[in-house]
């Protein structure tokens, strides 16, 4: 044999083990048993190099020093199971804001997995893995980053230009639906995001989780008191000094304007908030602003709604939703009308529903 | 017989490429590799960059956003040469969305978005230059609210830009500081250009041709930017802004008659000179207090009058014709002036926190022969409507 031939096998030989170790990479990384969270590396490129989930990936199955938690009422995002998780570097806590905001060290990263059971009535079984999207504070600022899922839902890769997908699933009354599924694009992410132009989380405050939760078959019975015994929260009375956020479906935590509110806190508040990106409308949900009717919409004239007014004059008519622009935006898929102006491509009927009964019982008239 | 084959050959022909053509047009398929490429540059986007759009015109279907990056340039190759059309917009409220200081926009244009074209908020610095924002189908009350539309910014300047077909205002600034607007052409809009609860602006050298109301300067109330004040308007041409008002319900240009040329509402600190405002069939300049409108309001620090204000050496034009009768101040105008189109009209309410002979401190100096003036005293339906000018024959400094 010739020299020559002798390096072109050597080469090739030193190529494919190059190579194999490339495509393996991403899984040898996944075997791990604890976190791998390198603060210069971030953001990974692939989701399962951080080593949140044990293998398979899909079934979410966090590792130890991963917690999952859940707020009591949350965000609609197109029907989407969303499946959230905190994790922390060891020996550094959580504070509790005087509003109820968690405060959270330096390196924390939130979690969240959006996907779609095939069959909603076995939402632990065959799941279709949408994306992942990780909220990371890096000295002292918030960055986020979305990973999205293969095909086979076997790992999610680093996206900033978002995505549309198509998804489907059965609800659980056996009706099929399909949906365009919008994975926002990194800068869509500080649209929600965002107080004073800073990137925030949103869902981790101490009112929205002061209950219990069950994950995979784990019951926790007061997540802020779980938080505290798993040593990432600090010591403190907060279960009784933050009154629990009412959970918008479940008429035995609050009464209706009660769950309405939180409802549209929660979906809304984000943006119509005096330091959220539309604080320019003057329209603040939630509430805190329940004191000045006029704020939460009751008779209030758009100010730049253009054709989102869908030709009604006032966000809230008392007793007339149909007559209400708030309800006409969050009933309407135009993305020239709808309201949250991102984050869904269809209504969600059931908020729609308690939304629709709250402004029935509202009382009082426009001029 | 041979001819006749011929025709209908080509007859055929034409037929079928007719129909390729408008299949193409339909199916519009998505410029995804643009968008791709485009928006990565955003995100990735660092100070001073420059984000460059070739020429094409591309179909995208999602909004483009720039995001807490400061000075960065979005130039096209022309407002003839790159177009990005959002016919088919799955998702985004608007075109662009800018949230970032001193950025500028330049030389492109965007079409059919499903909601505003650019939107560009809490911005220290946003220029926009020889930008276009139009939709395709004309005016229809389907369309976007505002093609250009800085919101809650500062140093706007939109300069040599088009805005045509909005279903609320071309181009429309609200709860800004420092604003300019010139140089560009603002045509069948429902407004032309809108100057909303903004302070220091200046409007000049603009064309607001055909729209339903040319520009306003309104101030509105429970907005977090409170009251507004002093704008100028001059050397403006403001035409023929007879256009039928197809805003949509509850969106205050609903109120706007077809055929208004300019109209201060709760406007303070405004001077209008050297315009033309020719052949409006309602009137030329209106000057209202926001009692005019009905609404109530809820906002304590909100004050609803127009007071401070200086109109002179403007040159007023009009045709015969009939004033609107669509809209209550177009009602109103042909109810005490019959067929009669008005150079300036004021509603004449007055605050009565205010002293003086001309306690709202209104001026008015025009030479144009006949002008038609009324003050409608509408505070007192209309009982004693005035049409002597000599009482508001004062300068402001």
Same mark, same amino acid.
Request: charged share 20%.
């Given at each position: $044999?010739?020299?020559?031939?002798?390096?072109? !096998?050597?080469?090739?030989?030193?190529?494919?083990?190059?190579? !194999?170790?490339?495509? +393996?990479?991403?899984?040898?990384?996944?075997?791990?048993?604890? %976190?791998?969270?390198?603060?210069?590396?971030?953001?990974?490129?692939?989701?399962?190099?951080?080593?949140?989930?044990?293998? @398979?990936?899909?079934?979410?199955?966090?590792?130890?020093? %991963?917690?999952?938690?859940? @707020?009591?009422?949350?965000?609609?995002?197109?029907?989407?199971?969303?499946?959230?998780?905190?994790? $922390?570097?060891?020996?550094? +806590?959580?504070?509790?804001?005087?509003?109820?905001? !968690?405060?959270?060290?330096?390196?924390? %990263?939130?979690?969240?997995?959006?996907?779609? @059971?095939?069959?909603?009535?076995?939402?632990?079984?065959?799941?279709? $893995? !949408?994306?992942?999207?990780?909220?990371?504070?890096?000295?002292?600022?918030?960055?986020a980053f979305t990973y999205l899922w293969n095909e086979e839902g076997t790992e999610a890769k680093l996206n900033l230009i978002g995505d549309i997908q198509e998804v489907s699933w059965n609800d659980k009354a056996g009706i099929a639906h399909t949906v365009d599924y919008i994975v926002p694009n990194k800068n869509q992410c500080k649209s929600c995001h965002n107080r004073n132009s800073e990137l925030l989380p949103i869902g981790p405050k101490a009112q929205h989780l002061n209950g219990a939760f069950t994950y995979q078959s784990t019951k926790t019975p007061n997540q802020l008191q779980h938080w505290q015994e798993a040593g990432i929260l600090e010591a403190g009375n907060w279960q009784n000094q933050f009154a629990p956020t009412p959970i918008w479906n479940d008429p035995q935590t609050e009464n209706l304007e009660a769950r309405a509110l939180a409802y549209l806190e929660v979906n809304c508040g984000h943006c119509h908030h005096p330091e959220g990106p539309a604080h320019t409308t003057g329209l603040y949900l939630g509430k805190d602003f329940i004191d000045d009717r006029t704020k939460l919409g009751q008779c209030k004239p758009p100010v730049a709604a253009g054709k989102g007014s869908g030709g009604r004059k006032y966000s809230i008519v008392p007793g007339q939703p149909d007559s209400s622009i708030l309800y006409y935006r969050m009933l309407s898929d135009d993305p020239g009308v709808m309201m949250p102006e991102i984050g869904r491509a269809i209504a969600h009927e059931e908020g729609l529903a308690l939304i629709r009964e709250w402004i029935l019982e509202m009382n009082g008239a426009c001029n | 017989?041979?001819?006749?084959?011929?025709?209908?050959? &080509?007859?055929?022909?034409?037929?079928?490429?007719? &129909?390729?053509? /408008?299949?193409?047009?339909?199916?519009?398929?998505?410029? &995804?590799?643009?968008?791709?490429?485009?928006?990565t540059q955003l995100i990735n986007a660092q100070t001073g960059d420059v984000i460059e759009i070739p020429a094409g015109t591309y179909h995208l279907d999602r909004s483009l956003s720039l995001e807490?990056?400061?000075?960065?340039?979005?130039?096209?190759?022309?407002?003839?040469?790159?177009?990005? &059309?959002?016919?088919? /917009?799955?998702? =985004?409220?608007?075109?662009?969305?800018?949230?970032?200081?001193?950025?500028?926009?330049?030389?492109?244009?965007?079409?059919?978005?499903?909601g505003d074209g650019i939107k560009a908020q809490d911005c220290k610095g946003i220029t926009f230059r020889k930008v276009n924002t139009s939709w395709s189908d004309g005016a229809k009350a389907s369309n976007g609210g505002y093609g250009l539309y800085p919101v809650s910014s500062e140093d706007v300047l939109i300069d040599s830009c088009m805005a045509s077909y909005a279903s609320d205002a071309g181009i429309?600034?609200?709860?800004?500081?420092?604003?300019?607007?010139?140089?560009?052409?603002?045509?069948? #809009?429902?407004?032309?250009?809108?100057?909303?609860?903004?302070?220091?602006?200046?409007?000049? #050298?603009?064309?607001?041709?055909?729209?339903?109301?040319?520009?306003?300067?309104?101030?509105?109330?429970?907005?977090?930017?409170?009251?507004?004040?002093?704008?100028?308007?001059?050397?403006?041409?403001?035409?023929?802004?007879?256009?039928? #008002?197809?805003?949509?319900? =509850?969106?205050?240009?609903?109120?706007?008659?077809?055929?208004?040329?300019?109209?201060?509402?709760?406007?303070?600190?405004?001077?209008?000179?050297?315009?033309?405002?020719?052949?409006?069939?309602?009137?030329?300049?209106?000057?209202?207090?926001?009692?005019?409108?009905?609404?109530?309001?809820?906002?304590?620090?909100?004050?609803?009058?127009?007071?401070?204000?200086?109109?002179? #050496?403007?040159?007023?034009?009009?045709?015969?014709?009939?004033?609107?009768?669509t809209k209550d101040f177009g009602k109103l105008i042909n109810y005490l002036f019959p067929g009669k189109p008005q150079d300036i009209i004021y509603d004449g309410i007055l605050d009565d926190t205010r002293e003086g002979s001309n306690p709202m401190n209104l001026c008015i100096q025009e030479s144009s022969d006949g002008l038609r003036f009324a003050n409608v005293d509408a505070a007192n339906d209309f009982e004693n409507v005035e049409k002597d000018l000599s009482k508001y024959d004062c300068t402001i400094q």
């Open positions: $044999m010739s020299n020559r031939a002798l390096k072109l !096998i050597f080469l090739y030989t030193i190529f494919t083990l190059l190579f !194999i170790q490339n495509c +393996q990479r991403p899984s040898s990384v996944q075997t791990s048993t604890s %976190v791998n969270f390198q603060p210069e590396a971030i953001p990974y490129q692939y989701l399962s190099e951080y080593s949140f989930f044990t293998t @398979p990936l899909p079934q979410q199955q966090a590792n130890a020093s %991963v917690i999952a938690y859940e @707020p009591r009422t949350a965000l609609f995002t197109d029907y989407a199971h969303k499946a959230r998780f905190v994790w $922390m570097p060891d020996s550094v +806590q959580a504070s509790v804001a005087a509003d109820g905001s !968690i405060l959270f060290p330096n390196n924390t %990263v939130l979690i969240k997995s959006f996907y779609y @059971p095939i069959d909603f009535n076995k939402p632990e079984e065959n799941r279709r $893995m !949408i994306e992942t999207r990780l909220l990371i504070k890096k000295a002292r600022q918030w960055e | 017989m041979h001819n006749t084959l011929i025709a209908l050959l &080509s007859f055929s022909a034409l037929l079928l490429i007719q &129909s390729c053509q /408008q299949a193409s047009q339909e199916e519009n398929p998505v410029d &995804s590799d643009l968008y791709e490429k485009i928006q807490g990056v400061s000075n960065v340039t979005i130039r096209g190759a022309g407002m003839d040469a790159t177009i990005l &059309s959002f016919k088919n /917009q799955k998702a =985004g409220a608007e075109g662009l969305r800018i949230t970032a200081d001193s950025v500028t926009i330049e030389q492109l244009t965007i079409m059919d978005t499903k429309y600034v609200g709860q800004c500081n420092n604003v300019i607007v010139r140089n560009s052409l603002a045509f069948e #809009n429902v407004a032309g250009i809108e100057i909303e609860n903004c302070t220091n602006s200046k409007v000049y #050298n603009n064309i607001a041709r055909g729209n339903t109301g040319g520009i306003l300067v309104f101030d509105l109330p429970e907005l977090p930017a409170g009251n507004g004040s002093l704008c100028k308007v001059y050397d403006n041409v403001i035409e023929a802004n007879n256009h039928k #008002n197809f805003a949509p319900e =509850g969106n205050i240009v609903g109120i706007v008659p077809p055929g208004t040329g300019l109209i201060l509402l709760a406007a303070k600190g405004v001077e209008i000179y050297n315009n033309k405002i020719l052949n409006h069939k309602t009137m030329g300049i209106a000057i209202a207090s926001y009692h005019i409108t009905e609404e109530k309001w809820n906002d304590e620090n909100y004050d609803p009058y127009t007071y401070d204000v200086y109109i002179h #050496n403007n040159s007023f034009e009009r045709e015969r014709a009939v004033p609107d009768l």
